[in-house]
């Protein structure tokens, strides 16, 4: 890894080119549908916040819950294949891996889900086959006799399909929503987001999995996944509505 920054930072000194910012002091005019849109990103909430702070918000959450629950799996995933399917970490490792590479295929192919999806339905879609995937898991009993398939099908389902799918449309949707306006801010606000995640998910489902079971933090998952979903399909209009 250390090797890898090292020609991330050679490649990014010898050929990445900053853009020269122009100063534009004309006034343009906004269209009226621009000016719709942000005259309705302005309204207040019933929580007492804008209608596009209130968005900006609900993408932040979206963004812990998709990365949080990807680092649960990256937490347990080896440690439950043990356990709760008899198989080595050698083979258990080469099947995410395997799962991770057809992930990338999934994220080359967005372009062409854009097309026929909006980024709302491919968020909601992505978390559903991710809850599909953590309740895949749930039920099982420890000692290795559990049928290897509902393995492979979990690790298909998160690390192949809905994370890739599900967290690259908030993304895009984040992108949508912030528009022309100044985004180096809030990009840091929702990175940070996605790092807080990567480190109290994963520290929660070590604690739970120590003082209760591995099953109560599947259980925990699929509540969070589930109030995501619910969010996002009573927001879609609204959301809709900012990125016209």
Sequence with gaps: MGLLCIVNLALIAAFLRDRTR??????KRKSKKQQSIDDFA???????????DACILGCLLLNVSTKGSIASFETLGIAFAGSHFGMESSVAGSIVGIC???????????G???????????????????FISVACL?????GGDNPTWRYWLAMILIYSIGYPIGHTAVIG???????????????????SAGSAARIIFPLMAGYVTQLASIHLVFIILCVVLCLSILFTMLARETLGNLIR
């Design 42 to 52: 302005m309204r207040t909430t019933a929580i007492g916040i804008t209608v596009y």
């Design 112 to 130: 062409g889900l854009a097309k026929i999806m909006t980024d709302i339905q491919m968020i909601v879609g992505g978390m559903i086959v991710m």
């Design 22 to 27: 122009v100063r534009n002091n004309s006034v």
């Design 173 to 191: 949707l984040f992108s949508k929503i912030v528009g022309r306006r100044p985004q180096g801010t809030l990009l840091g606000w929702f990175a």
């Design 100 to 110: 991770g590479t057809i992930g990338v295929v999934a994220l080359l192919s967005m």
């Design 138 to 142: 749930l039920g099982l009993e420890e």
